[in-house]
């Protein structure tokens, strides 16, 4: 059996151009179980990252024990990658789980049982309602749940309370993927397909390590790469990865300058005339605009501000210009840095100059980086309103209305949504007193931790966290409520290319741990949402009803799930969304006709202003609309906020590592990921490592304007002047600065500032120095 | 001819909206957006006052009369606190930029009058970043106007 840890892809599978990836099944089981020992498989896919692998979870006496690729799911034709095979029924399994809910008590916190816990919350979300309204109340979820529990919460922020203070941590990594769509295409909705990568000629790679956040991707990746009629690889990334090891053209940019590649791409497009003018005329409005903004990003120009080869600039946009079929993937590279939206916006135009949407290789993947992100984005657990419907339609907030059967003025449609930077702002101001925090862990994973954790241990802030495990967040809370974990619940959930698929319960939750959904429905029935006619509000018993509640609200919107049901996503594949009577197996791309969702009645946002954020508004957007066509969307580029000085000498960027999810809470707790990957460290080029003084492993001091960091140096495969951490590792398993630890987590020393349309944060670019660690080896 | 008066209250009215700009990101750097985008909108300000310092070169610097026809007061010398400073300082900044909207307006009423290409040129480029400014602050306020006014104490 090959080391999955050690051979992260697993073996080569080859395949040519418009062949079937063919299959190969993944599987671990516990030590000394054999397949023939299991009592049961049981349906469901990978949550471990966002590229939503059909799996099998093998259950014995009552325990999950291992986990097997689905062969015949459309994602990843039975394989498995290293997280999904030692991180996901032993990252749920371990002793660490919480059983029993916990209350605050004198400053500590303590055991109790459920009607106490929430009895608590129910009683302070009532008071603060009376007393303050619904203003008072803020919901921060997260990437990790499933489509009926997010629903469940949608309906219950905006229908049951009505506060528009309801975010996701896909804030913090899909919210620009989102933000980028609704701009060029009117509504969120990925048009790729992964079946992409089967068909295409070339592919583009924009800040997106694919290789270490999909690996089971980049196998299909490899896998064409290794078969005949190769396609050729661009890829853009500061670091010296493995897939910038694997491309045709590597453009090593310095952090923070996206946005300036991105217009000497488009520009190079304009000038050798590899655009498509028939399409452009037929499907688009204001090509103009887009080449008055890129004319001045020659070549040149982009290698001065860029740090790159002039001609290497050139070579990308001919393998863009001249292959017959381009897939262009994004994630956090460019999501996390400045002009985020405007970036991904970018490659939006790119394929829109010409016309490589909607044709099989020939596709746009904005990537997410959790496995349920899509659906937060759907469901109104974020700030969008369910269904892709706009906030700024009023139309679209009565038909919700119908839908819920409640007064439209109860939702909250008269302010945009409030982002996460912005909720965290309120609570650290105290207007937000009631805070309740599921399945995510922002005392690691958002910038500058220190004020982070400052606005968690407010007097006045009433801290409800929901998790598997006691997390840093958790740590906080005045009520921490055990839920139930992958493997112990029913629902569904969405990747990246629209692929819905049903993960069933396999096995009961420890101890009293309850699934989100039932902690939702039950603080529903404790606050007595009603709706018009006084029936309740959420009067669903078990998931499915969610989910059939969810496809009325879906019809006739992007994302119509009407065509879906549990019993069709038992057995065979997982199935791409719209799928409706129209559709009933699915879609497998989208705007293969170039109509886009851009009509005024039918839009999910009239769009903003890339540089400040300012929305276009109703009036101006039915001004220039012309139904069905896509927008150019375009901003110049100017230098980031915080730039290298005197001072703070290097560029810090953070990012992830193959062998951890997240921050660490269920990768953390199995052993072979957590011996990859145990401890933190700080990538510095051989340069940068000499001209410091320093080897591989020697401590350094990392220091920015907003905190410090203790690391050990690991040289190489960065380029000069650039210095790169993973901000995957907190203080659950070590101790923290607040109990006089070593600061470890990367996003001490990251900044509050966040894209202007996305309101993503900017993770990817700040100012630091270094300097050697003095003395003795710290405790 | 009393353009070149509108020319020195136009160059004075962007040079109090950038100051005011910058005034108030300085004393809201705890909002970051606010923060980092008056910088933006400040260098904005600055960028036009660059544009049009050759035609204020060529019609002469008239600065007779500017004081009584001042339409602003000296902008935002610095920022309030409480509840409510964020609010009241952008929409401070909503009158500067109004005011300077229309002067805009009624400056490009007069270049196409003398048929001033040169001007023309200058207003075209220009006046709809304090359009732009103005969207923005509407969009920003309508964001903190509900917490700040029902709930924040």
Sequence with gaps: MVDRIADIWGARTPYARGGQWPGRVDMALQAGVDAGDVDEWVQSACVLCSNGCGCEIAVKDGRMVGIRGRASDRVNHGRLGPKGLFGSWQGVQHQDRLTRPLIRENGRLVETDWDTAMGRIVARSKELLASKGPLSHGFYTSGQLFLEEYYALGIIGKAGIGT????????????????????????????????????????????????????????????????????RLVCVDPRDTEVARAADVHLPLRPGTNLALMNGLIRELFVNGWIDREYIDAHTLNSGQLRSVVDRWTPELVAEVCGVAASDVRRAAAIFGTSERVLST??????????????????????????????????ILQMNGQPTAQN?????????????????????????????????????????????????????????????????????????????????????????????????????????LPCAGWGEKTGTFTNVDRTVHLSEKAVEPPGEARSDLDIFLDYARRMDFRDKDGGPLLDWNAPEDGFEAWKRCTRGR????????????????????????????????????????????????????????????????????????????????????????KEYPFRYTTGRTVYHFHTRTKTGRTKPLNDAAPEPWLEVSAEDAEKLGVSEGDKVRVASRRGRLELPVRVGNIRPGSVFAPFHYGYWDVAGPDDGGRPRAANELTLTEWDPVSKQPVFKNAAVSIEKSPGKEPE | MKLPVYLGLLDEAEDTLAKSFRVVAHGHGEEPDVHFLLETLARQCDSHRQALRPVIERYGEETEGEEEHRLTANGIQEVRSGPLALLLDLQDLYVLVSHLDVTWMMVGQAAKGSRDGQLLDVVTRCEGDADLQLRWLRTRMKQAAPQALLVAE
């Design chain 1, 330 to 363: 994004v994630l956090q590279g460019f999501y996390q840095s400045a002009h985020a939206t405007a970036s991904a916006c970018q490659v939006n135009n790119l394929h829109l100059l010409r016309g490589q949407l909607g044709r099989p290789g020939c596709g």
């Design chain 1, 164 to 231: 528009p203070h309801m975010d996701g941590n896909t804030r913090l990594c899909t919210a620009t993927a989102a933000a980028s769509l609704k701009e060029s295409f009117g509504a969120d909705g990925q048009p790729g397909s992964y079946t992409d990568i089967d068909e295409c000629d070339a592919v583009f790679l924009y800040g997106h390590n694919m290789a270490e956040t999909q690996t089971v991707l980049w196998s299909r990746i490899l896998d064409r790469l290794s078969g005949p009629n190769t396609p």
């Design chain 1, 558 to 645: 992007p994302c119509d799930y009407t065509g879906l049901s549990y019993e069709k996503l038992r057995g065979g594949s997982g199935l791409q969304w719209p799928c409706n009577d129209e559709h009933p197996y699915g879609t497998e791309r989208l705007y293969s006709d170039g109509d886009f969702p851009t009509d005024a009645a039918y839009c999910e946002s009239f769009g903003h202003d890339l540089l400040t954020g300012a929305t276009v508004g109703s009036i101006r957007y039915k001004a220039s609309v012309e139904s069905g066509k896509a927008w150019f969307k375009a901003l110049d580029y100017t230098p980031p906020h915080e730039e290298p000085d």
């Design chain 1, 376 to 480: 937060n984005r759907e469901c109104g657990a974020d700030g969008d309103l369910p269904g892709f419907r706009n906030w700024e339609n009023p139309e679209h907030v009565k038909e919700l209305a119908r839908i819920w059967n409640v007064d439209p003025a109860v939702i909250p449609d008269w302010s945009p949504p409030t982002h996460a930077m912005q909720i965290f702002r309120y609570a650290e101001q105290g207007s937000i007193g009631f805070l309740w925090i599921s399945a995510t862990n922002p005392a690691v994973s958002m910038p500058q931790l220190s004020r982070i954790r400052d606005i968690l241990r407010k007097e006045s802030l009433f801290l409800v966290v929901q998790d598997i495990y006691l997390s840093e967040t958790a740590q906080y809370a005045d009520v921490v």
